[in-house]
């Protein structure tokens, strides 16, 4: 049945509670219905366009034409399942390589967020023989539903929850050591490490520590300097390893570096990292890559691994379109440039609206956390729903996240241009003067 065909009245969208007769399908929100999109732009049945600032699966802009020629003729030349060597599988290995540190050189490639980040689990279990898993609370892994910390998606009755400890998010602004601690990568690496030590003291052993290298759904969070490299001395003391989940804010989106990984600086390699949504520019496509010796353990476990679709002809062409796109466009240099111009925006916006209480973030990753009171940092959550809601109705489509869900997020595709960070900052503007507590 074609999409306009759909009789509407015989669908209902599955919302929580809300069942009704005939067909159904699920979605956790009220979706708007998409007919097509371009750039940095979606849009509505009824033809209105709007500026997307959320959608970070259409990384080098929906509908790049690139992308979809690669896809297009590949499709006519070759696709199919993962049995099969073929060129683009090879060739997008390589190029996905040389983005990383040499260290991280073997790719199983999957097909989605939550499945390369269950692979990762496996292999790290799998290397180190131990068990237990360390998340960052307000973690969210997809639905691995083990490593999910985060309401509404969290299932508190998984029997493995006590493998699963969570520690503190490493929040320099609403989390236990603030950006005035003398030391707060130290302290937040500390917490792991008493976790670590509470699991030894009951007979139990870390195989991994997983954590997003900067937090999406926990709130756009930016760890502290150096967070990573003393965590990862913990956990790799304790015999475990250090997965880096890079399904949102890999692929030049930080903008100074590919991954976000990166960041922490030079010296500081995870075990095993993993990758999705930008990946394939919409295409369903993901990967994990991890060391030799790794990768040896699991070869020689005993183990089968195998998936239909993983680096697939198809996937792989749409890959490497979207590498090259990156590369021939100087995106990463546009995230660097646009992102550095919405942040000093947001900024200027913050020194105007007490409802902001902090900006932060790194290239076209941002976040913009909405509070009552900038002291005692009262989540301003209906506040924050208030001003999607608004934005919506100016044609500009945001979300907002964390755990008081009070953080606007800010995940364009990377074309975004400095027109269209300027055109945010003005419709945001009176939206904030007309929600939450008077200006100053
Ligand atoms: N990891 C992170 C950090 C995510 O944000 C998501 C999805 O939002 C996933 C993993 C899961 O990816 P997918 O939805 O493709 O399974």
């Not at 990762?120 to 892994?141: K, P, V, W």
Request: hydrophobic share 40%; net charge neutral; charged share 20%.
């Amino acid at each position: 049945m074609s999409a306009e065909k759909l009789d509407k009245s015989k669908t209902l969208f599955l919302r929580k509670k809300h069942v009704g007769p005939s067909c159904k399908i699920f979605f956790s929100q009220d979706p708007i219905k998409i007919v097509k999109a371009k750039g940095q732009y979606m849009y509505d049945e009824n033809g209105q366009r709007y500026l997307d600032c959320i959608n970070n699966v259409a990384h080098v802009g929906h509908c790049h034409p690139d992308v979809v020629q690669a896809g297009a003729e590949q499709m006519g030349t070759l696709n199919t399942n993962a049995r099969f060597l073929h060129d683009n599988l090879v060739l997008y290995a390589q190029r996905l390589q040389a983005t990383l540190p040499p260290a991280l050189s073997v790719c199983y490639f999957v097909n989605s967020g939550s499945e390369a980040n269950d692979l990762a689990l496996r292999l790290a279990r799998n290397f180190t023989g131990h068990d237990d898993i360390i998340t960052l609370e307000n973690a969210y892994h997809g639905h691995v539903s083990s490593l999910i910390d985060i309401s509404p998606y969290k299932h508190h009755q998984l029997p493995d929850a006590e493998l699963r400890p969570s520690a503190p998010s490493p929040d320099v602004y609403r989390g236990r050591y603030r950006a005035d601690h003398p030391d707060p990568a130290a302290a937040y690496a500390d917490d792991v490490r008493e976790l670590i030590d509470r699991a030894h003291e009951k007979g139990r052993k870390i195989a991994a520590f997983i954590a997003e290298s900067l937090q999406s759904c926990g709130g756009q969070v930016v760890p502290p300097a150096g967070y990573f490299q003393q965590v990862a001395a913990h956990v790799r003391r304790a015999g475990g390893v250090v997965i880096a989940d890079e399904v949102q804010v890999g692929f030049g989106r930080v903008g100074s570096h590919f991954w976000a990984f990166q960041l922490q600086g030079a010296d500081f390699v995870p075990d095993i990292v993993t990758m999705g949504k930008p990946i394939g520019n919409g295409h369903p496509m993901s990967c994990v890559v991890t060391t030799a010796e790794v990768a040896q353990a699991f070869a020689s476990s005993g183990m089968e691994y195998f998936n239909t679709f993983g680096g697939n002809p198809v996937s792989c062409a749409i890959g490497l379109a979207v590498l090259d796109v990156i590369g021939k466009e100087d995106l990463q240099g546009n995230a660097v440039r646009v992102g550095q111009h919405l942040s000093d925006l947001l900024e200027a916006l913050k020194r105007k609206h007490p409802l902001i209480g902090d900006v932060r973030g790194r290239g076209l990753f941002i976040g913009v956390e909405l509070v009552k009171d900038r002291l005692t940092l009262t989540p301003a959550t209906a506040e924050a729903q208030e001003v999607i809601y608004k934005l919506k109705e100016e044609k500009i489509l945001l979300s907002a996240d964390g755990p008081h869900r009070n953080v606007l997020k800010f995940k364009p595709p990377m074309c975004f241009t400095p027109e269209d960070a300027e055109l945010v900052a003005a419709k945001l503007d009176p939206v904030l003067t007309g929600t939450g507590p008077a200006p100053f």
